[in-house]
């Protein structure tokens, strides 16, 4: 590997690990962000809806025009802008003095964290050739899990000890390094056939859909389907979701060519990335949620009951993606996702009277963990730990060696969208399910109206309940919430046994042949 081969790694590593990292650290302060921070105009599961997937919403909407932006105007120029911004808005984030104001500035976060992501892989692919680049895709993924690895834990003692806020405000060093490495050691790219303009009409249609069906679902649900503003934003985003691939197929440079699609690889691992992904993104949330609102564990007791899984993606990452590139990515895309299925499956049984993790750093006796770890939480990391492992490389692989090196910027933009979609909008078909759930036992056990704002305001679905329950209206509501979140994990599972079939159905893959580049045809006159 080369000097500059290395320092690439490094960047796209300390970018795109940023994200990853941020999304964990995040989902370890989500009990304290809802109990700290007031709010007039959300519910906290609400919030906390919107602290996530909001952020991702706004994240996937824009990933395509970034990609575009990254490809014509030179990939290391954006890379850099989205590294600069990641951190400014990180600062914003952890400075938020309300609810809706934290919400605003995560929405912010997404948007430039948007400029990253496609960067990262796009600048890789231009850094390596060959063989060669399955084993930097498995380094990469490796290392940005290290990162991940360290999220929970480091979130979990950050949050117990300086509070939530820190969980933001720690990506400003950070990036600052990368943004320097960047500008001194990484080489720049761009795609030198370009001749069109932005489809900026595209990436509005693009966004509307997204935003429009995850706000409006989140919302109505929420609001008891009695805001017009949820109706109106769903509204939106289906007549938005119909027009976008009709308007790609008419726009004479569209943000998204069709013809892309021409390759059944490229389509199979973005549909079997819409499920896959969908579905981690709304486990880790419920998760996070769960241990620590229902179950009683500390932020760090959450993120070291979750080890394993990063532990495995760390260490397995590399020589997986390196046997990949050898022997094809096919059976690792359909035994990936069954494991992590099975995983799910396990924790779908969870029962409410699972000894939490108290774990803390001003008690080294804490770190023990209670019996309930090994036997409620451990089986299920393991499986998902070795299913995620699995599934990361092997399909960032196959999708960059699906398309043609000069859309490669575009090509893992489409594909890092859809697998940020699928938590925005499948995670607001879930809230439904659970928001229903949780407040049907809660009404039928503990004899409340939850048809009462006052009641809903009280008690929240996966949270604590308010000050000034009753002991048996908060076990009721943890029993409740415990049932929800079965129902959330049967869905989850779901999902990645859908994923598992697409990748067995679509991906025909000759062991050690690469996949077959597709190029979009060109655009009509």
């Given amino acids: 590997m ?10 796209t590593v300390i970018g795109s690990g940023a994200v990853f990292l941020d999304g964990t650290i995040v989902n370890a302060a989500l009990k304290h962000i809802g109990q700290e921070l007031p709010g007039t105009l959300v519910g906290v599961l609400e919030a906390q809806a919107y602290i996530v997937g909001g952020y991702l919403a706004v994240l996937a909407a824009l990933l395509i025009l970034a990609g575009a932006l990254s490809d014509h105007y030179g990939r290391r120029r954006v890379y850099a802008i989205g590294l600069t911004g990641f951190a400014a808005t990180s600062a914003l984030c952890g400075l938020a003095p309300t609810l809706e104001w934290l919400i605003v500035f995560r929405l912010a976060q997404g948007a430039v964290g948007a400029l990253l992501i496609p960067g990262s892989l796009a600048l890789i692919t231009h850094a390596f050739d060959g063989p060669e680049r399955g084993r930097a895709f498995g380094i990469w993924a490796a ?8 999220g929970p834990i480091l979130g979990g003692g950050l949050v117990d000890t300086l509070g939530w806020r820190v969980a933001f405000l720690i990506n400003v060093p950070l ?6 490495a960047t500008l001194a050691h990484v080489q720049e790219s761009r795609d030198t056939e370009t001749t069109g303009s932005f489809d900026w009409l595209g990436a509005i249609v693009a966004a509307l859909a997204v935003g429009g069906l995850a706000f409006g679902v989140i919302r109505g649900q929420a609001n008891e389907w009695h805001d017009p503003a949820a109706w109106i934003s769903i509204v ?14 008419r726009r004479p440079n569209p943000l998204v060519p069709l013809g892309l699609f021409r ?27 769960v241990l620590q609102g229902v179950l009683g564990y500390t932020a760090l007791g959450a993120g070291l009951v979750g080890l394993p899984v990063g532990l495995m993606l760390a260490l397995l990452s590399t020589r997986i993606g390196t046997l990949a590139g050898r022997v094809g990515s096919r059976r690792f895309l359909i035994v990936g996702p069954t494991l992590m299925a099975l995983g799910l499956l396990w924790l779908s049984r969870l029962p409410v009277d699972s000894a939490p993790w108290k774990a ?3 008690d080294p006796a804490t770190f023990v963990p209670p019996v309930s770890a090994f036997t409620d939480i451990l089986p299920y990391t393991l499986l998902f730990g070795l299913g995620i492992a699995m599934v990361v490389a092997p399909l960032t692989n196959m999708l960059m060696g699906s398309i043609s090196g000069r859309f490669s910027g575009l090509g893992s933009a489409i ?10 909008l499948l995670g607001a078909l879930i809230f439904i399910a659970i928001s229903a759930t949780y407040y049907a036992s ?12 006052a009641v809903r305001t009280a008690f929240q679905p996966l949270n604590p309940p308010g000050a000034g329950a009753t002991a048996e209206q908060v076990a009721a509501s943890n029993q409740a919430s415990i049932e929800a979140f079965h129902l959330a994990m049967l869905a989850c599972a779901g999902l990645l046994a859908i994923g598992a079939l697409v990748s067995w159905y679509g991906l025909r893959e000759v062991a050690g042949a690469p996949a077959t580049s597709a190029e979009p045809a060109a655009p009509a006159a």
Avoid at 175 to 180: D, E, K, P, S, V
Avoid at 263 to 288: D, E, P
């Fill in 442 to 453: 809660l009404g039928s056990s503990a004899g409340l109206d939850t048809g009462d704002p």
């Fill in 360 to 362: 803390a750093l001003d």
């Fill in 2 to 11: 080369t000097t500059r081969q290395r320092w690439t790694l490094i960047c």
């Fill in 175 to 180: 990036l600052g390094f990368a943004l320097w």
């Fill in 263 to 289: 390759s059944r690889t490229f389509t199979t691992i973005n549909v079997m990335t819409f499920f896959v992904y969908g579905a981690l993104y709304v486990t880790f949330f419920y998760q996070a949620v």
């Fill in 143 to 150: 290392s940005t899990a290290a990162l991940t690895v360290l």
């Fill in 236 to 249: 939106i985003g289906v007549v938005a979701l119909v027009a976008f691939p009709i308007l790609m197929a």
């Fill in 415 to 424: 594909n890092n969208s859809i697998a940020r979609v699928g938590q925005p």
